[in-house]
């Protein structure tokens, strides 16, 4: 797709000169035409204000349009988590790692997406940390220059070659080339931490687990493996809590939003983790991004949907929706308590909330299902995750589509 | 550092020209008969108690959390004790990941995705 602006440069007489850029700001492959005008007024055609008899400059780029850019900021590391997998799944096609390349790779690339974990930028690697006696959440052992560079780069479209961090070797292997993709998503423990990297990020995620539901789903991950014990689990995440709560856990405050996992209300003392309480906190006034609401927006619900019309199991859901502020920031909060059973509970939710950005009624069901093995399918960690990468979708749609009215808007003037 | 000597890996061609570049001292290789035995010359068995590598990733999360057990014995408010138990924490992340792998790795659909127009991987859907 070629993108056409035009410029008009003020000229005080008929001849003028325009020198050409060597690099304009779109990056890479430009041709540029220039038009000259005569100097003769044409006497007040179309708009008065800036269309002055100069000469026009056309600059069209045979490049992608500018790549849209997501943080999403996790704690367990990256590669192949299931909320990657559901976001790529909304734009269609599977994400998988580079052909032909590093098997270690922790990049996965899709037909409109491109996921990069924030781990290659690591300055140090595994030995290096444990001789400084620093975590990978402590901003020492990341490389924010590179970060920086690279994720401008890519968003101006130009190709990079990032490093890769190799989890199983803990080592710095040789770097692999990232094209510039449509959607690039940075998926890692920092990608707010560093101002410059936060500003060229179109959305914002922050994954905020609680504690207790950390330690739940770190036993079920763990205890599989040797080795592990519940002491060895706890010390591992306590041993590692100061360095979240200073760097990574500030994080909360600047993303779009937050999708915050907590241990359910509906069942007393509860402490296996299976039924959850999930909030999606979503930023009021960001561009491009239309919160969720169910019912009026910007007041306060209560819903419970299981009743006459939706007969639910124990312990059912419980719905809540309301302002509020978050970090000084006004917000919307959608929270959802409780487990889904059956697909007819899915469908009566999807079809009561709002501005879901769905293209056809049932979408989130239908993308729910698709993933139906993945973990959280039936609790509002799915549900969120979903309506999250159809926001995103939307977010994307509306960001292109506005890319391509203006430069029309400028040639029309 | 001095490279090791690799008197250990001698082929019966090379066995004549060491023989004639050392001082006449027959060489012992009992490689070729028992290649199991491996007789390990001083430097080589000291390295390996040292850094007894570990190949496959669960040993590794193993071997990590002895480690930290034993870092945090001292003090466990170090830097040490923290920055080996995080690495305790990526492995066991990355011990999942490999799991996960291993889980939905069926060569039948590993080998249709590459390959969708075989005999065995057309599907006729409409």
């Known amino acids: 797709m070629a993108v056409c602006s035009a410029y008009t440069t ?13 690099k304009t700001h779109l990056g890479f492959h430009q041709k540029q035409v220039v038009f000259y005008r005569r100097s003769s007024k044409r006497g007040g055609s179309g708009s008065g204000s800036g269309s002055s008899s100069g ?3 056309i600059t069209c780029s045979a490049g992608d349009s500018q790549t849209v850019v997501i943080g999403l900021a996790a704690d367990s590391g990256c590669g192949k988590s299931t909320f990657m997998r559901r976001l790529t799944s909304v734009f269609g096609g599977a994400a998988e790692p580079p052909k032909g390349g590093n098997p270690d790779s922790n990049t996965l690339i899709s037909d409109m997406t491109t996921v990069i974990c924030l781990d290659d930028y690591h300055s140090l690697d595994r030995t290096g940390r444990k001789e400084k006696g620093v975590t990978a959440l402590d901003p ?9 560079e690279q994720v401008k780069a890519i968003k101006s479209g130009v190709a990079v ?3 890769i961090y190799n989890h199983v070797t803990g080592l710095l292997d040789p770097p692999e080339l990232i094209k510039p993709p449509k959607i690039l998503v940075i998926e890692g423990l920092h990608p707010m931490f560093d101002e410059r990297v936060r500003d060229l990020l179109d959305f914002s995620i922050y994954l905020d687990i609680s504690n207790e539901v950390k330690f739940a789903w770190k036993i079920q991950r763990d205890m599989a493996e040797r080795g592990h014990s519940l002491e060895s689990i706890k ?7 100061p360095d979240f709560d200073a760097y990574i856990d500030p994080q909360k405050k600047y993303a779009d939003a937050v999708i915050e996992v907590l241990p359910t209300e509906l069942i007393p003392d509860d402490n296996e983790g299976k039924v959850l309480r999930v909030r999606l906190i979503m930023k009021e006034g960001v561009k491009h991004f239309s919160p969720v609401y169910l019912f009026d927006e910007g007041s306060t619900i209560s819903w419970i949907p299981c009743g006459r019309k939706l007969t639910c199991s124990y312990p059912g859901i419980k719905f809540h929706y309301g302002p509020d502020t978050y970090f000084g920031n006004e917000v919307s909060i959608l929270e959802m308590d409780g487990q889904f059973d059956r697909l007819d509970e899915l469908i009566y939710v999807e079809s009561h909330l709002s501005n879901i950005s769905t293209k056809f009624y049932g979408e989130v069901t239908q993308q729910m299902l698709k993933h139906a093995d993945f973990p959280g399918s039936n609790n509002g960690t799915g549900l969120f995750q979903t309506i999250v990468g159809l926001k995103i979708r939307d977010l994307y749609e509306q960001i292109t589509s506005s890319k391509t ?6 040639t029309k003037a | 550092m001095a490279t090791l000597f690799t008197l250990n890996f001698v082929t019966p061609r090379a066995t004549a020209s060491l023989r004639d570049s050392t001082k006449g001292s027959p060489i012992k290789v009992p490689y070729l008969n028992q290649p199991m035995k491996r007789v390990l010359s001083p430097l080589e068995s000291r390295r390996m108690q040292v850094r007894a590598a570990p190949d496959s990733l669960s040993e590794k999360v193993e071997q990590s959390i002895k480690e930290a057990q034993e870092a945090c014995s001292d003090d466990p408010a170090s830097g040490e004790c923290v920055a080996a138990w995080d690495e305790v924490e990526e492995l066991s992340a990355a011990a999942s990941h490999a799991r996960d792998r291993l889980k939905d790795n069926d060569p039948l659909e590993n080998y249709c995705k590459d390959n969708p127009e075989t005999d065995e991987c ?3 859907d409409n």
Do not use: H
Not at chain 1, 10 to 22: E, G, K, R
């Open chain 1, 235 to 241: 010390a591992s995440i306590e041993a590692r809590k």
């Open chain 1, 10 to 22: 003020q000229s005080l007489n008929s001849t003028c000169s325009i020198s050409t850029p060597a």
């Open chain 1, 405 to 410: 009215a203006a430069p029309l808007e400028a």
């Open chain 1, 55 to 57: 000469p026009c400059v």
């Open chain 1, 161 to 163: 070659d990032k490093p």
């Open chain 1, 140 to 148: 020492r052992a990341n490389d924010f220059d590179l970060m920086y």
């Open chain 2, 122 to 124: 057309k599907t006729y």
